[in-house]
């Protein structure tokens, strides 16, 4: 199945698009969280959204949750590790998993997780960002897997069935339901180091020799998730029209640039969705 568009995000400028491209008819698909985005719940007080005054943002996003139930808008949880522009249609790659559309809207938010030392050097050159998608090239060899969140103890499982050793360094606290056989390490990494390919781990407290580490957070650089898209000053380089440099791809949000504030994303999704409903309409 073809969707017409593709939302990767469930913050303000995700939704927006969703609930603008659903009321145009568009069969639309959104990747993100059904509790929708964190950081709305952490404002204490919101004064500067237009027509609704002095409420939290627990409201609001339950006003958000409301608008697309009402809608029938579902939130696809799973994580999109690449999106590759094919010509006609995206491919989204969720591990071994494909699915395509017309077109895809970035609304990702912004990456807070920045990159260690030697990690953006060596990447591709053993260290990757999707472990459920490289594993067949680290059999019988010795992997670490960095995780931000729980859905890496499902990836370091998986590469337990491959690789010889799997060290898992848990960047988050809680129980970690892992297989028997890996190692968890509660440490910090610092740098990655090599040759030609990445060969070493420096944590605060050690060091481990590797023949594959895997960085597994919440979410990816921009410029990693869609290969060859522009990004200028750590966010996506769009148009007024919310148009990447790719075609069919547009982007929106605070994934674009400051200021970061709900109602200026709000409005981003709805010109990007409008944007994206018009190009499908012309193809």
């Known amino acids: 199945m073809r969707y017409d568009i593709a939302i990767l995000g469930s913050g303000p400028a995700g939704l927006s698009a969703a609930i603008n491209a659903k009321v145009r008819n568009k069969n639309i698909i959104v990747f993100g969280n059904s509790n929708l985005s964190d950081k709305i719940v952490k404002a204490p007080k919101v004064d500067n959204y237009l027509g609704i005054y002095d409420t939290t943002g ?30 006609e249609y995206f491919a989204l790659m969720v591990n071994e998993k494909t699915y395509e559309a017309t077109t895809v809207i970035l609304a990702t938010g912004i990456e807070y997780a920045k990159p260690i030392k030697g990690e953006e050097e060596f990447l591709g050159r053993g260290v990757g960002y999707c472990a459920t998608c490289d594993a067949a090239l680290y059999r019988g060899k010795k992997v670490v897997i960095v995780g931000y969140n729980d859905e890496a103890e499902e990836e370091a499982n998986f590469v337990m069935e491959i690789a010889s050793n799997v060290y898992y360094i848990p960047m988050y606290k809680g129980e970690y339901k892992l297989a028997d056989g890996i190692e968890v390490i509660k440490d910090v990494p610092i740098e990655v180091l090599g040759d030609m390919k990445a060969n070493k781990l420096i944590l605060r407290n050690s060091e481990i020799d590797v023949d594959g580490i895997f960085f597994i957070r919440n979410s990816i650089s921009p410029k990693y998730l869609v290969p060859g898209l522009e990004v200028e000053g750590g966010h996506i380089k769009v148009d007024r029209s919310m148009r990447t440099n790719i075609k069919g791809c547009f982007a929106s949000g605070d994934c674009i640039g400051k200021p970061y504030q709900y109602i200026k994303a709000a409005g981003e999704g709805q010109v990007a969705a409008l944007n994206a409903v018009s190009y499908i309409d012309k193809k």
Do not use: P, Q
Request: charged share 35%.
């Open 58 to 87: 627990e409201n609001l996003k339950e006003m958000f949750k409301s608008h697309i139930d009402k809608m029938g808008i579902e939130i696809t949880e799973e994580r999109i590790n690449n999106v590759y522009a094919m010509g």
